[in-house]
């Protein structure tokens, strides 16, 4: 039990020191059975981000979540998104955490979840989107040299097909839905894809649910308060 304590301890104050660094203001008199989790701007995985982007680095999210699965004082997990995307392995990679995570889990969605940021969006058990979001519907891409061309086809067709499975299973949207809105050509210039807008995501079943912070809150403490009375 001390070794458990010790490691809460410790993964609490390496939030603290992350979120410090991400400007946050930390109010250390305020304590809640929620951990929030905000994710913002572009997500940085074994890449640094250029220094002018704002970026979430993986990493620091990471401990965040074991914490919010280890600490018994946590009932429930929210996540605020605002990103344009970044490292598909490692989104994907905190998406499947948040998924697994087996505590009441609500997102989000402010500004933008887009691209990896959509398989983050549907990670938790109930999402939101407010009004003005916008959510960036496209198969994943690469910049650069790319060498082996077979083999790297067959790498980023599965890396795809593996996003493809992570949001049809943790969302409502039918799968020959999704497909079609990666591969529209009729909305973004020089680029497949499709963008929707707040209640175009609830309506393809991506996004269960149009609100904001109130109504996202209002959710996740009413399914804490179902998963203890279980």
């Given at each position: 039990m001390?070794?458990k304590?010790?490691?809460?301890?410790?993964?609490?104050?390496?939030?603290?020191?992350?979120?410090?660094?991400?400007?946050?203001?930390?109010?250390?008199?305020?304590?809640?059975?929620?951990?929030?989790?905000?994710i913002i701007?572009?997500?940085?995985?074994?890449?640094?981000?250029?220094?002018e982007?704002?970026?979430?680095?993986?990493?620091?999210?990471?401990?965040?979540?074991i914490?919010?699965?280890?600490?018994?004082?946590?009932?429930g997990?929210?996540?605020?998104?605002?990103?344009?995307?970044?490292?598909?392995?490692?989104?994907?990679?905190?998406?499947?955490?948040?998924n697994?995570?087996?505590?009441?889990?609500?997102?989000?969605?402010?500004?933008?979840?887009?691209?990896?940021?959509?398989p983050?969006?549907?990670?938790t058990?109930?999402?939101?989107?407010?009004?003005?979001?916008?959510?960036?519907?496209?198969?994943?891409r690469?910049?650069?040299?790319?060498?082996?061309?077979?083999q790297?086809?067959?790498?980023?067709?599965?890396?795809?097909?593996?996003?493809?499975?992570?949001?049809?299973?943790?969302?409502?949207?039918?799968?020959?839905?999704?497909?079609?809105?990666?591969y529209?050509?009729?909305?973004?210039?020089?680029?497949?894809?499709?963008?929707?807008?707040?209640?175009?995501?609830?309506?393809?079943?991506?996004?269960?649910?149009?609100g904001?912070?109130?109504?996202?809150?209002?959710?996740?403490?009413?399914?804490?308060?179902?998963?203890?009375?279980?």
């Open positions: 001390k070794f304590n010790a490691i809460i301890e410790e993964n609490q104050e390496d939030a603290k020191e992350s979120i410090k660094e991400f400007g946050t203001k930390i109010n250390e008199e305020y304590t809640s059975n929620i951990q929030f989790i905000s701007g572009e997500i940085e995985g074994h890449t640094i981000s250029n220094v982007k704002k970026s979430t680095k993986y990493e620091h999210i990471i401990p965040l979540l914490s919010a699965q280890i600490n018994p004082k946590i009932e997990v929210f996540i605020v998104l605002n990103t344009v995307g970044g490292d598909v392995e490692a989104g994907l990679a905190l998406a499947e955490m948040i697994s995570i087996d505590k009441p889990k609500v997102s989000l969605v402010l500004g933008g979840g887009h691209s990896i940021g959509v983050l969006a549907t990670s058990d109930y999402s939101f989107i407010v009004p003005s979001a916008s959510m960036t519907i496209h198969p994943i690469t910049t650069g040299l790319v060498i082996g061309v077979p790297s086809f067959k790498y980023f067709e599965k890396m795809q097909q593996r996003i493809n499975n992570f949001v049809t299973r943790t969302s409502e949207i039918k799968k020959e839905d999704f497909l079609r809105l990666m529209d050509t009729d909305e973004l210039a020089n680029d497949i894809g499709t963008i929707l807008v707040g209640s175009e995501a609830v309506d393809y079943g991506l996004i269960n649910e149009v904001g912070l109130n109504k996202s809150l209002e959710k996740l403490n009413k399914m804490i308060e179902s998963n203890m009375n279980r």
